[in-house]
């Protein structure tokens, strides 16, 4: 059950920050999913409780798409920053579930440690869904670090105080890096080994990349285009 209000979210994020999880070791091949949501075209601001929304989920394994799908649905709330499970936790919980095979870990357009509590919701959904998760974005929320040279798989670390809690990875040359987030039982050296295996000659992981089309594909589609 997710939370239905800020109050009842933040606590809840205030445990998942301090809650013990084993550790995923990737062994052999992963099937990888990722999971994207997206709203009309032309939705500014915060938005509101029962907006349109798309969810596409994709679970892949060595390039190859094992299983996808879109679903229609609604925002919960509106947007507000470290409260976005308030928003769209429920959707991608739901569409999550409904996939008849399970990826080995899940990568999520979300922040995880980078997050006012320290438990945003790449690693708020993978606790849910039990899945080892990474968050994968164009910016961080609140860490603080330099870019990294311009090779691929370049990386520097983005930090809240002392403490590391993502980094820039640099997936393609020439081009912004993007911030990887440790999520749910993940630790940062796996994730970056994730996501750079999985971008090809592209910027975002193809996981993520081919949820990302889905969900804009469905969504253009409803609105006549």
Excluded at 29 to 35: F, H, L
Excluded at 36 to 52: E, I, K, M, Y
Excluded at 182 to 189: A, K, M, N, Y
């Amino acid at each position: 059950m997710w939370p239905i209000d800020a109050e009842s979210l933040i606590a809840v994020q205030r445990e998942l920050a301090q809650a013990p999880a084993p550790p995923w070791h990737r062994r052999g091949e992963p099937r990888i999913g990722g999971c994207w949501v997206c709203f009309p075209r032309g939705l500014t601001g915060a938005g509101r409780p029962g907006d349109a929304a798309w969810v596409a989920a994709v679970v892949m394994r060595g390039g190859v798409v094992l299983e996808q799908q879109v679903r229609r649905g609604v925002a919960d709330a509106p947007y507000s920053p470290g409260l976005m499970a308030l928003r769209i936790g429920r959707l991608m919980d739901e569409t999550m579930r409904a996939r008849t095979t399970a990826p080995d870990v899940l990568l999520v357009d979300a922040t995880a440690r980078d997050h006012p509590r320290g438990a945003g919701l790449a690693l708020h959904l993978g606790a849910e869904l039990g899945l080892p998760t990474v968050g994968v974005t164009h910016r961080p929320l609140l860490a603080r670090g330099q870019w990294p040279g311009d090779s691929r798989g370049a990386t520097s670390p983005l930090r809240i105080g002392d403490t590391v809690v993502a980094c820039w990875v640099r997936t393609r040359p020439g081009l912004r890096p993007l911030v990887v987030h440790p999520g749910w039982r993940v630790d940062l050296t796996t994730a970056v080994d994730i996501v750079v295996g999985t971008t090809g000659q592209r910027r975002t992981p193809e996981p993520l990349r081919r949820a990302r089309y889905l969900a804009r594909t469905a969504r253009n589609a409803a609105d006549g285009g």
